[in-house]
């Protein structure tokens, strides 16, 4: 009996069982560029390796602890050439960046887009890292971008920034809450200013436990709001200094990209040339979700996937853009655009009149404004796609 294998694009070769297997074998090591591939199931207090031997068809498996230089060691002891994957999660770039030193192609896999077994019920580490393992086998692991350890650092202090603006809200909300319980109301018109804040201090109460709530709840309004403060000082700091300089300038042209703003989307981004105007808003889960079969289709809310820090700053900025644009009365635009260069400039400008008259038409055609603005945050990523690049 003999298998007919396909060579090359223009040979076909009759061979024995034995011999077509191994001819598979390197043709697919030749194709995929690589001899065994592994899969592993990183947690905090293990790793399960699992890797197949494209040749010999020979399974290895290991378990192992914390230390990555065990996995590294057991890595570059396989047969080559090797490529590793593992899912991105809470374990972070370490092992990644580890194995990259120690020479070893090893990508984190972005979970959302790795193909679950059909009709599988049994689920535990080994069988995972065998299934990750067929994966990188087949090379069906999308793999997502490892940023630098600066860049880490840097999104980790703007990700505690944005978590500090959440716990203010937070603390905001139960202090005026209690207030209101209590039938006072400020009578001013703008809040969490020196003045409203002041009229907090003022404020008395007749029983104990009342004004120790009180007491409490205003205190963690103050040690919340000078914590963000302080981060506010040092993001500011190293925007100043750092590599996304240039990216955070020219992002600086758009209405509602603030310093702040404007750092977060770069170091989230990283490198922009990855995407292209038109897929960048799929990233930031920007996009509709469709469900559509022959001749229907159906068009929902959009997908929420991909990051959803950077769809927050767009949807945040994308809000400015419904007022009436008038360039010459922002003191904060014009500031920006000194520092950018005159393409910058102009493209920033178009890009800020082209959104504004969005707006207004979805607001003449009474659109409901989340869904107006969705769309608008989707082609303002577009126009930071577009600065960003001329920086480059």
Same mark, same amino acid.
């Given at each position: 009996?003999?298998?007919?294998?396909?060579?090359?694009?223009?040979?076909?070769?009759?061979?024995?069982?034995?011999?077509?297997?191994?001819?598979?074998?390197?043709?697919?090591?030749?194709?995929?560029?690589?001899?065994?591939?592994?899969?592993?199931?990183?947690?905090?207090?293990?790793?399960?390796?699992?890797?197949?031997?494209?040749?010999?068809?020979?399974?290895?498996?290991?378990?192992?602890?914390?230390?990555?230089?065990?996995?590294?060691?057991?890595?570059?002891?396989?047969?080559?050439?090797?490529?590793?994957?593992?899912?991105?999660?809470?374990?972070?770039?370490?092992?990644?960046?580890?194995?990259?030193?120690?020479?070893?192609?090893?990508?984190?896999?972005?979970?959302?887009?790795?193909?679950?077994?059909?009709?599988?019920?049994?689920?535990?580490?080994?069988?995972?890292?065998?299934?990750?393992?067929?994966?990188?086998?087949?090379?069906?692991?999308?793999?997502?971008?490892?940023?630098?350890?600066?860049?880490?650092?840097?999104?980790?202090?703007?990700?505690?920034?944005?978590?500090?603006?959440?716990?203010?809200?937070?603390?905001?909300?139960?202090?005026?809450?209690?207030?209101?319980?209590?039938?006072?109301?400020?009578?001013?018109?703008?809040?969490?200013?020196?003045?409203?804040?002041?009229?907090?201090?003022?404020?008395?109460?007749?029983?104990?436990?009342?004004?120790?709530?009180?007491?409490?709840?205003?205190?963690? +309004?103050?040690?919340? =709001?000078?914590? @963000? #403060?302080?981060?506010?000082?040092?993001?500011? !700091? *190293? %925007?100043? &200094?750092?590599?996304?300089?240039?990216? +955070?300038?020219?992002? =600086?042209?758009? @209405? #509602?990209?603030?310093?702040?703003?404007?750092? !977060? *989307? %770069?170091? &989230?981004?990283?490198?922009?040339?990855?995407?292209?105007?038109?897929?960048?808003?799929?990233?930031?889960?920007?996009?509709?979700?469709?469900?559509?079969?022959?001749?229907?289709?159906?068009?929902?809310?959009?997908?929420?996937?991909?990051?959803?820090?950077?769809?927050?700053?767009?949807?945040?900025?994308?809000?400015?853009?419904?007022?009436?644009?008038?360039?010459?009365?922002?003191?904060?635009?014009?500031?920006?655009?000194?520092?950018?260069?005159?393409?910058?400039?102009?493209?920033?400008?178009?890009?800020?009149?082209?959104?504004?008259?969005?707006?207004?038409?979805?607001?003449?055609?009474?659109?409901?404004?989340?869904?107006?603005?969705?769309?608008?945050?989707?082609?303002?990523?577009?126009?930071?796609?577009?600065?960003?690049?001329?920086?480059?």
């Amino acid at each position: 009996m003999c298998w007919r294998v396909r060579a090359s694009a223009s040979k076909i070769v009759s061979c024995p069982v034995g011999v077509a297997r191994r001819q598979i074998a390197h043709l697919r090591e030749a194709l995929m560029g690589q001899r065994t591939s592994v899969g592993l199931d990183v947690h905090a207090r293990s790793v399960v390796a699992c890797a197949i031997d494209a040749e010999t068809g020979e399974v290895f498996e290991r378990r192992f602890g914390t230390d990555s230089a065990e996995v590294t060691g057991w890595l570059g002891r396989l047969p080559g050439p090797v490529r590793a994957a593992y899912e991105a999660g809470p374990t972070g770039y370490g092992l990644a960046r580890d194995c990259a030193s120690a020479g070893i192609d090893c990508v984190v896999a972005a979970p959302s887009k790795l193909l679950p077994k059909p009709g599988d019920r049994v689920k535990t580490d080994r069988r995972d890292a065998q299934h990750l393992a067929e994966l990188v086998r087949a090379d069906l692991v999308t793999p997502v971008r490892v940023p630098t350890e600066e860049e880490e650092a840097v999104r980790d202090l703007l990700r505690a920034r944005e978590a500090a603006t959440t716990d203010l809200m937070r603390a905001r909300h139960r202090l005026s809450k209690l207030l209101l319980r209590h039938g006072i109301v400020y009578p001013g018109k703008q809040t969490w200013n020196k003045t409203h804040l002041a009229w907090l201090g003022r404020q008395r109460f007749g029983l104990t436990a009342a004004r120790q709530a009180f007491d409490n709840d205003l205190a963690a +309004v103050i040690e919340v =709001g000078a914590r @963000r #403060g302080d981060m506010d000082a040092w993001i500011e !700091a *190293l %925007a100043a &200094e750092s590599a996304f300089e240039p990216v +955070v300038t020219a992002l =600086g042209c758009m @209405r #509602g990209v603030s310093l702040l703003t404007g750092f !977060a *989307l %770069a170091v &989230e981004i990283g490198d922009w040339s990855r995407f292209t105007g038109a897929s960048i808003g799929a990233f930031a889960g920007l996009v509709p979700s469709e469900r559509s079969s022959g001749g229907l289709r159906w068009q929902g809310g959009i997908t929420k996937t991909g990051n959803a820090h950077v769809r927050r700053l767009l949807i945040e900025a994308a809000w400015h853009h419904r007022p009436a644009y008038h360039p010459e009365r922002s003191k904060a635009l014009q500031d920006r655009w000194a520092k950018a260069s005159p393409e910058q400039r102009r493209r920033g400008h178009e890009a800020n009149r082209r959104l504004h008259r969005k707006w207004a038409r979805f607001d003449t055609n009474q659109k409901r404004p989340n869904t107006a603005n969705a769309a608008v945050a989707r082609e303002l990523a577009g126009f930071c796609w577009s600065l960003a690049m001329m920086t480059s």
